[in-house]
């Protein structure tokens, strides 16, 4: 009878060493997650962050072309970093009903612009970009001569200019003859009972 012993410990370190080189391949090619930290306007957004439509902005905003900022009211502020990326000219950013609290980089070369607009406020800290400001159009309210108020049932005239340009930042005026585009869409309401008149 004869017995024969045999060793296998050469193929099952084989096995070994292609199962660590698979992991280190797997492990070079893991990308990190990332969540909404930076995007670029135009690239990650298509022009278009709104804040009703994703709540949570992300905490750079790089712009990349035109943009438009949306709907991020002082329940809910706009606190991105915001900064202009490339030597891109002339792009417009729109902040539509932004309380902005985040910063902005002041790209005061290029030409771009900023516009203001539906109530949007922002903080002293980014009105130092003054330069980057598009003046908005305003209706300007005039009062007749005398006394500020009115008897029941007697006619009075008021005067309304529009449009003006105002300053963004100041709220200066600064064109009285309003711009070269076509108002449309006014509605003009003048509620007594707000001011307390019964």
Known sequence: MSSSNTNNAKPHGRWIKILLFAFGLLLLSAVPARGQSVGGCVANFGGVIDGFVNPVPPSQIN????????????????????????????????????????????????????????????????LSCANLFVPVDKIDKENPPGPPFVSIGVPFTYTLTFPQLVSATTGAVVNPNGSNVEVDQVTVTDNLNATGVS
């Open 63 to 126: 712009i990349d072309g035109n943009c438009t900022i949306r709907n991020f009211p002082a329940s809910n502020p706009l606190t991105s970093n915001i900064s202009f990326t490339g030597t891109g000219r002339g792009w417009l950013v729109i902040f539509d009903n932004v309380d902005f609290t985040g910063n902005l980089s002041c790209d005061k070369v290029h030409g771009n612009f900023i516009w203001f607009v539906n109530g949007s406020i922002t903080g002293a800290h980014v």
